[in-house]
């Protein structure tokens, strides 16, 4: 619900600030100071689960149209699941002993804040576009963008987990031949992901030279934030009079 999801980004921005050395296992950290930090790393697992949870909540039983935003944000829900659970392997001090500073860590980091936030970025775009330039993309496109995306960057970062399970050092310009197997498939996931940009492109050059005039709120009923009572694109001078919410019941 609306509080638990309140609750839990406060807890995580609060517990974020006493974690930071989970990037210090090893550092020469006490074995007291690495349990505490191990523990209070782990804790910030419990309100991100209550965030993932409600969003898979919301949904469940809803009446959804796939339509291009929806399957983003579903893309960014599992790519951050997974960077999730890989950062409470990494939470533990006797682990990352082992896999700090290794490509596992690479993995996780990607997975959490650089694909997950890729494809919330992706799934905004597809929500506002229209709204921002008057025209509609296709979606037909916009599908073919995320799956081609979607595989590729598993390709990329998911054999990186192996590559640091199997010990490979991050930040170094060369590698061994036993690592070339699952660096290999990362480069091809990479290619393939920098395919879909080009869809992307496709899309929005489609979107301008035969899009469809987009309505003002082209989403319909779900949509109630005050741009969907505007024309698309919104003039330049909007209300001419403060709007008034009556509506409490949208958060």
């Known amino acids: 619900g609306y509080l638990g999801m309140a609750y839990a980004m406060v807890a995580i921005g609060v517990v974020g600030f006493i974690v930071w050395a989970h990037h210090m296992y090893t550092t020469g950290l006490t074995v007291n100071t690495k349990m ?129 399970l199997q010990g490979m050092p991050r930040r170094y310009p060369d590698y061994a031949e036993a690592y070339a197997h699952w660096n290999e498939i990362s480069s091809i996931g990479y290619a393939v992901m920098a395919f879909s940009l080009i869809v992307w492109f496709v899309n929005i050059i489609y979107a301008f030279t035969a899009g469809k005039k987009a309505e003002g709120n082209y989403w319909g009923e779900g949509a109630t934030t005050l741009e969907w009572t505007l024309s698309s694109p919104p003039p330049y001078h909007q209300f001419e009079t403060l709007p008034v919410i009556e509506d409490a019941g949208h958060h």
């Open 36 to 164: 505490y930090f191990t523990a209070a790393t782990m804790v910030i697992a419990v309100p991100t689960g209550i965030k993932i949870f409600s969003w898979i909540a919301t949904m469940w039983g809803g009446s959804l149209e796939f339509k291009s935003p929806l399957v983003w944000a579903i893309g960014f829900i599992f790519l951050f699941t997974v960077g999730g659970v890989t950062g409470v392997v990494l939470a533990n001090g006797g682990v990352d002993d082992v896999l700090h500073d290794t490509y596992y860590v690479v993995a996780h980091f990607h997975y959490v804040l650089s694909l997950g936030a890729v494809t919330a970025l992706f799934a905004g775009f597809y929500y506002w576009f229209p709204k921002m330039s008057g025209r509609m993309h296709s979606e037909f496109l916009s599908h073919v963008h995320f799956w081609i995306f979607f595989v590729g960057v598993n390709m990329i970062f998911f054999p990186q987990h192996f590559l640091g």
